[in-house]
């Protein structure tokens, strides 16, 4: 998860600080060092299905787009890719813009370019 990497002296420092203020009861517990993992109300099922999902559905649009260059696009485009994974094209559209976001690259980018 972390590859291997070593953990900086700060982060221990600060680690240690937190442990100890909830050990020796001066913190009531861990939302109240670190705050809450989650925004109040937030959905986690859909949260998971975003993240499970998101790049599969970027990558299926960008083979259609490198294989059917001419390909609009546009609410059709994203019902289509949607389908593969039984979600609309709103939430298709949603979890593709997500990713791209994610990673910097535009889905029109996998459009092969005229040479």
């Known amino acids: ?18 442990y100890h203020s909830v050990t020796q009861h001066e913190k009531k517990g861990w939302n109240e060092v670190f705050g809450s993992a989650h925004r109040k109300g937030t959905n986690l099922a859909a949260r998971r299905k975003r993240l ?13 787009l490198l294989s059917h260059p001419e390909t609009a696009i546009d609410d059709g485009f994203y019902e289509n890719v949607g389908k593969e994974f039984n979600i609309g094209k709103s939430l298709a559209g949603e979890y593709i813009s997500a990713y ?16």
């Open 1 to 18: 998860m972390l590859d291997d990497l070593p953990v900086p002296d700060w982060l221990s420092i600060a680690f240690m600080n937190a």
């Open 52 to 64: 499970e999902l998101a790049p599969q559905l970027f990558m299926l649009a960008a083979e259609v």
């Open 100 to 115: 791209s976001k994610s990673i910097g690259k535009d889905i029109k980018d996998f459009r092969p370019q005229p040479e």
